[in-house]
C-alpha cells in the first residue's frame, strides 16, 4: 500500500508518496518530468490546447494559449461556476500525471480499486471556519474530479508539523508558520497536540510580492508608459482572439519570475529580478519578435527596496505572533517555517528576529513540505485506522459472547457485596433485637431490605464500576498499544468506554422464593441444631449463632438468577466503538475529514 499526499496549492500544487522510492521514507511523484527537480511541481494554472483538451500551464511560452485560469482554488461553497470548472479540470490533470508518473501506482477507474490512498490538504483556517469545509473539499475531489482513491482531508499546518513528528519531544512546544502564495497561517502544537486557541491566518501570502513588482514596473519603472501601453495592446488582442486576461498573464509571469529570482538569490546572494515579456510570449502569432509588452530589471537591493512595506508587515506579523503565544503563556522553541513563498530569504531572517530563542526549521524545498506531511501523516493514520477497526471487532465479538455474563456477575457481586452488611445489620438489629421470632416475621425482614437494597445509589454505583471495569479491562490496553505503535506516544487512558445507564436502576430481585427458602434453612439448621423442630424459641439467646447461620446460609445461597437486568447490547457495543474512536483522536494529532 502507498500512502499519497497532495498539496492544491494557490500558487503551485506538489505531491509526496510513502514509502519512498529507493526505500526513503517520502519521496515526491514529478506532475511534470524535467531534470530539475525543482520544477517537477506544477503551477496551480491550466489552459486549453488546439485540440480541446486541459493542460498545466508549465512556463512562459504557455501565457500565449487561450483559455489561461488560474487562482481557482477555494471553499468549494464559494466558488464560482468557471472557477469551480478550472479546480475540477485541474485536480484530474494532476491526479493523471500521478498515474502517468508513478508506476508502481495501480487503479481501477471503474471499481475505484487502488494500491494507495491519497491525503489532501485543506487550508488550515477553513475547519477552523467551519469544520464541513473540508469534508465538502473532500467530496468535491472524489465526485466531481473522480479521485476515489483520496480518503482524508488534513491541515496543510497540521501535515507540515507532521514531517518532523518523530524528532518531536513532549517538552516541545513547536509553533508552525506555512506561508504561501494567497495566505500565511499560524498555528500551534504543545506536547503533539495543535492549541486550537491559537491558531490564525493573516492576508500576508506571497502573491503581494509580485504585486508589488508589477505595481512598481507600471510606476515607478523607467520603462512604465512602454509598460502600460504594451500591455494595453496585449489585452486589445487577446480579447479578439478570445484569450484569458492580460492581468492574469502577467501574474503568472510575474509568478515564473520571482520563483526563479529567490533560487537564485538563495544560491548567490545576490541577483537580479528580470520580468522581460515580448507581446509574442502573451498574443499568439504575434508578428513582431521584438516589440515589449512589460519589462523591469531590478538588482536586489532595489528589489528588497519595494517590497519593503510587505516585509515590514510581516514582520510586524511575527512579531505580533510572538507576543500573542506569550500571552498564553507560550514560548515556543522550535518554529517550522513551511509553504513555497518561505524560501524568500528574508522570511528566515525576521522569523529569527521574532523568535530568538527558538529553533528555525525550514527544509531546502519547503514547497513540498505540506504534501509529505500529508503523505507521512496518511500512512499513520490510515494503521491506526486499521488497528481501531481491529480492536472495535474484537471487542465486538467478544462482547455479544460474555457482555451478558459480564453484566450479571458485576450485579451480583455489588448485590453480594452490599447485602452481607445491609442484610446482617438489619436482621440484627430489626429481628434479633425485636422480632416475634417467627419464620413469617423473618421473611417480611428479608423480603424489605431485599428489595430495598437493589434500588440504592450504592448498588448501582458499585455495579457500574465494576461493570465498567471489565469492559475498560478489555478495551484500554490494547488502545494504548495502537496509539504507542503508530502515533509515538505514551498514554495512560481514564477515559470509561461505556455508560451502563439505567441498566442497573430498580434491578428487581424476585423475593417470591423467600418464604420456602428461608423455611427450608430454619429446617435444616434447626433439624441439626435444635432439639424440636415443631418449637423453634427465637427469643432464646443461645438460638442466636443459629440466626447468624441462617443468614450466611441465606447469603450464600441467594438465588440470583432472579436478577431483572435488561441491557441493549448494540447499543452498548456503539458506545464504546464511538469512545474508541474518541480516545483516538484525542491522543492521535489532527482531526482529520474521513
Not at 440504592?456 to 455495579?463: G, V
Not at 435444635?530 to 450466611?552: F, G, Q
Request: overall charge negative.
Amino acid at each position: 500500500m502507498f500512502y499519497i499526499g497532495i498539496d492544491f496549492g494557490h500558487g503551485e500544487t506538489s505531491v509526496s508518496r510513502v514509502p519512498g522510492t529507493n526505500n526513503q521514507p517520502v519521496s515526491r511523484i514529478p506532475l511534470r518530468i524535467s531534470g530539475n527537480f525543482a520544477e517537477q511541481k506544477v503551477y496551480s494554472a491550466i489552459y486549453l490546447d488546439n485540440d480541446g483538451k486541459w493542460q498545466f500551464v508549465g512556463s512562459e511560452e504557455d501565457l500565449k494559449r487561450p483559455e489561461i485560469k488560474e487562482g481557482f482554488k477555494g471553499m468549494i461553497h464559494a466558488l464560482d461556476d468557471d472557477k469551480r470548472e478550472a479546480l475540477c479540470e485541474f485536480a484530474k490533470l494532476v491526479f493523471k500525471a500521478i498515474l502517468d508518473n508513478d508506476k508502481e501506482l495501480h487503479y481501477n477507474p471503474e471499481t475505484g480499486e487502488a494500491n494507495f490512498v491519497i491525503c489532501i490538504a485543506n487550508p488550515s483556517d477553513w475547519r477552523r471556519q467551519n469544520p464541513n469545509n473540508p469534508k465538502e473539499y473532500l467530496t468535491f475531489f472524489q465526485e466531481e474530479a473522480g479521485i476515489k482513491p483520496a480518503k482524508m482531508c488534513i491541515n496543510e499546518s497540521d501535515a507540515a508539523f507532521y514531517t518532523k513528528f518523530k524528532g518531536y519531544v513532549p517538552s516541545d512546544k513547536v509553533f508552525v508558520i506555512d506561508l504561501g502564495s494567497s495566505t500565511i497561517d499560524f498555528t500551534t502544537y504543545q506536547n503533539s497536540i495543535c492549541n486550537r486557541e491559537c491558531c490564525w491566518g493573516a492576508n500576508l501570502g506571497a502573491h503581494l510580492v509580485e504585486d508589488k513588482l508589477v505595481e512598481y514596473g507600471y510606476t515607478s519603472a523607467e520603462e512604465k508608459e512602454e509598460n502600460t501601453k504594451g500591455m494595453l495592446l496585449v489585452q486589445e488582442e487577446r480579447e479578439k482572439l478570445h484569450m484569458g486576461t492580460a492581468d492574469s498573464a502577467l501574474s503568472l509571469a510575474a509568478r515564473f519570475e520571482k520563483e526563479a529570482y529567490f533560487t537564485r538569490l538563495n544560491q548567490s546572494g545576490f541577483t537580479t529580478y528580470d520580468l522581460n515579456l515580448k507581446v509574442r510570449k502573451l498574443v499568439a502569432n504575434w508578428p513582431d519578435r521584438k516589440q515589449i509588452a512589460f519589462c523591469v530589471e531590478i538588482e536586489t537591493p532595489k528589489v528588497n527596496t519595494i517590497i519593503k512595506d510587505y516585509i515590514s508587515d510581516l514582520s510586524l506579523a511575527l512579531s505580533n505572533a510572538a507576543k500573542k503565544l506569550q500571552g498564553y503563556g507560550i514560548s515556543p522553541n522550535k518554529v517550522l517555517l513551511s509553504g513555497g513563498a518561505s524560501r524568500m530569504p528574508f522570511v528566515k531572517e525576521i522569523t529569527k528576529e521574532a523568535f530568538p530563542n527558538a529553533e528555525i526549521v525550514r527544509d531546502n524545498y519547503p514547497e513540498w513540505v505540506v504534501s509529505d506531511g500529508a503523505a507521512l501523516y496518511a500512512k499513520t493514520h490510515i494503521k491506526a485506522l486499521e488497528g481501531r477497526n481491529k480492536l472495535q471487532e474484537e471487542f465486538a465479538t467478544w462482547a455479544k459472547a460474555h457482555l451478558d455474563d459480564k453484566l450479571k456477575s458485576a450485579a451480583i457481586s455489588s448485590f453480594n457485596s452490599i447485602l452481607k452488611d445491609t442484610l446482617r445489620n438489619g436482621l440484627e438489629n430489626r429481628y434479633l433485637n425485636g422480632s416475634s421470632g417467627s419464620l413469617n416475621d423473618l421473611e417480611q425482614i428479608s423480603r424489605g431490605i431485599l428489595e430495598g437494597i437493589t434500588k440504592t445509589i450504592e448498588f448501582k454505583s458499585k455495579a457500574d464500576k465494576q461493570f465498567i471495569a471489565v469492559v475498560d479491562g478489555f478495551i484500554k490496553a490494547k488502545l494504548e498499544e495502537i496509539i504507542k505503535s503508530n502515533y509515538g506516544k505514551v498514554v495512560t487512558i481514564s477515559e470509561n468506554f461505556i455508560d451502563p445507564g439505567d441498566t442497573f436502576n430498580n434491578v428487581g430481585v424476585k423475593t417470591d422464593f423467600l418464604h420456602d427458602f428461608i423455611a427450608q434453612i430454619a429446617d435444616h439448621f434447626c433439624n441439626n441444631f435444635l432439639e424440636s423442630v415443631d418449637d423453634l424459641n427465637w427469643s432464646r439467646a443461645r438460638s442466636n449463632d443459629k440466626r447468624h447461620a441462617i443468614i450466611t446460609e441465606f447469603l450464600a445461597n441467594i438465588d440470583y438468577d432472579r436478577f431483572n437486568h435488561n441491557i441493549d447490547l448494540n447499543e452498548f457495543i456503539s458506545q464504546a466503538v464511538d469512545k474508541i474512536d474518541k480516545v483516538l483522536h484525542d491522543n492521535g494529532l489532527f482531526q482529520i475529514s474521513e
